[in-house]
């Protein structure tokens, strides 16, 4: 059974650093573009980010960008989601999701076929 799930997040202040953990189980993750996204209740899925499954090169969104970081462990099945200088405006439930296919040049790749559960981020003072 192919499965992901995120782990790692919990609350911070302003200013503040969490990583977040996706692990993947019944697919080796390194064949597999990778995306974070995340929700707030009652808005809509945001894309932040997609690495590509051939070079992990990573397109980030400009709400991100310098500021989140993702990675990939091989060894581990595991990409992490490095997240620095955080804002009350990245409280919100953040998701991984992975895609055999799907291309990270694209303008919309959040079509991608497996997701973990999600992983809630507060960020209050």
């Known amino acids: 059974q192919l499965q992901l799930v995120e782990s790692g997040g919990g609350s911070v202040q302003p200013g503040g650093s969490l990583r977040l953990s996706c692990a993947a189980s019944g697919f080796p993750l390194d064949y597999y573009a990778i995306g974070w996204f995340r929700r707030v209740p009652g808005n809509a899925l945001e894309p932040l980010l997609c690495m590509s499954s051939t070079d992990s090169s990573v397109r980030y969104e400009d709400s991100v960008k310098g500021r989140f970081t993702a990675a990939r462990d091989n060894a581990k099945n595991t990409v992490y989601l490095q997240m620095n200088s955080l804002q009350f405006g990245d409280t919100a439930v953040y998701y991984c999701?992975?895609?055999?296919?799907?291309?990270?040049?694209?303008?919309?790749?959040?079509?991608?076929?497996?997701w973990g559960n999600g992983t809630l981020v507060t960020v209050s003072s």
């Open positions: 999701a992975a895609d055999l296919d799907i291309d990270c040049g694209l303008p919309v790749y959040s079509n991608m076929d497996y």
